[in-house]
């Protein structure tokens, strides 16, 4: 997908799971493959206006829609062990009617949830401009 194409699908899935609530979407993919490009796209379609940041730093990010729809960004890259999320009220998360979104979802292992729609994006060689897309 081109970089429109991935925002348009991203900005259609959004929208999709504002009827979906509860929802969580699992991003994998390699360090600049897209995943908070695509988490941004996906906030777009469920209404959020507010700028979606890389959350480095903080597990996780909470963001507020319209229609009082929620989105929480969680960014695990930094996370060495699922133990780790004992302390950040992670099961906490799922309990909400909101639509979680985390990238690195391998760094939580058996703790993300078993009906999270898991979305996996590649680079492709020789093509910065383009992601191979799959879920
Ligand atoms: N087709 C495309 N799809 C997605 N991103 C693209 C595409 N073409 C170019 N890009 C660019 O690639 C970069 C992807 O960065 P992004 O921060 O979304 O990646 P990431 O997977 O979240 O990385 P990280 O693991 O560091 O968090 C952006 O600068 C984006 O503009
Ligand atoms: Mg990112």
């Keep these: 997908m081109t970089l429109a194409e991935?925002?348009?699908f991203g900005e259609a899935l959004g929208r999709a799971a504002a009827?979906?609530?509860?929802?969580?979407i699992t991003l994998a993919g390699d360090l600049g493959a897209g995943k908070t490009t695509l988490t941004r796209a996906i906030g777009r379609g469920l209404g959020v206006d507010e700028?979606?940041?890389?959350p480095t730093?903080?597990?996780v990010h909470?963001?507020?829609g319209r229609?009082?729809?929620r989105l929480m960004h969680c960014d695990l890259y930094r996370i060495n062990d699922p133990a780790e999320l004992a302390n950040v009220g992670w099961e906490a998360l799922f309990e909400e009617p909101a639509l979680v979104i985390i990238e690195w979802p391998d760094r939580a292992g058996h703790l993300?949830?078993?009906d999270a729609l898991a979305i996996s994006l590649y680079h492709i060689a020789d093509d910065e401009s383009r992601r191979r897309v799959r879920w």
């Design 57 to 59: 730093f903080a597990l």
């Design 62 to 64: 909470e963001y507020h």
């Design 112 to 114: 993300v949830p078993d």
């Design 19 to 24: 009827e979906a609530l509860p929802c969580t």
């Design 51 to 54: 700028a979606v940041t890389s």
């Design 67 to 69: 229609a009082s729809r």
């Design 6 to 8: 991935l925002e348009a």
